[in-house]
């Protein structure tokens, strides 16, 4: 299980990462908001947890910047601050979970996965865009009325689309995602899947940008990613 793990100055983020391991996740570290907005990893990841330093801003001041920018996955925080304002403050702001430091790493694990069922088994967790809608639960596509018959990684690299929205993914970036840690993937297997992808979903929705990567159309870009 994928996790994104987001340091905000805490001083044992790697020995997190490493006990995470230990306990079945795959963690990926980014160092700060904008790289977590930013990763490859990210859209992939089933689960986010923000380590937050003494030195770190609120938890409601990170927490606010990673929703926005559409990254819907569950969050557990972690703090030393025993602040109850500002637990109320990181549930309001869309955690999912808050603990307490110091806090052993198998209490972390499975609050994660804890987080991660809950996620799996609410009623309806959708990824809206445009005329796009994503069923997480039932993994089903639609396009306005019509249903969308994906393959398991056409659906990845829509998801990857509607968590990124108005952003240029790189084939780089949709590699790392879609098949995190294969040496294997031939060069041209990106351009293969967007090829298949692009005959489902029409003509003109997926654009090639040369040199950078790929985005869906500008009428689309324009729409926010919004929870189902």
Request: charged residues 25%; aromatic residues 4%.
């Amino acid at each position: 299980m994928r996790v994104l793990l987001i340091d905000q100055g805490s001083l044992a983020i790697d020995l997190l990462a490493q006990r995470l391991e230990g306990c079945g996740f795959k963690p990926e570290v980014v160092r700060s908001l904008d790289e977590a907005t930013q990763s490859p990893a990210a859209p992939g990841a089933l689960a986010m947890v923000l380590d937050l330093g003494l030195e770190a801003s609120c938890a409601c001041a990170a927490i606010t910047p990673l929703r926005e920018a559409g990254l819907a996955q569950p969050l557990v925080v972690l703090s030393a601050r025993d602040d109850w304002r500002e637990r109320v403050a990181a549930f309001d702001a869309g955690a999912d979970d808050f603990l307490l430091k110091p806090v052993h790493s198998e209490e972390v694990a499975a609050r994660t996965r804890a987080a991660i069922r809950r996620s799996a088994g609410s009623p309806s967790r959708e990824l809206v865009l445009g005329d796009l809608t994503l069923d997480m639960k039932a993994r089903t596509a639609r396009q306005g009325d019509r249903n969308l018959p994906l393959t398991r990684s056409e659906f990845r690299l829509l998801q990857l689309f509607l968590l990124a929205p108005g952003r240029v993914l790189t084939k780089q970036q949709i590699t790392e995602s879609l098949w995190p840690g294969n040496r294997e993937v031939s060069a041209n297997a990106v351009e293969v899947l967007i090829a298949r992808l692009r005959q489902k979903l029409g003509t003109g929705r997926i654009i090639t940008l040369r040199g950078q990567g790929y985005c869906l159309d500008e009428a689309m870009q324009a729409e926010r990613l919004g929870p189902g």
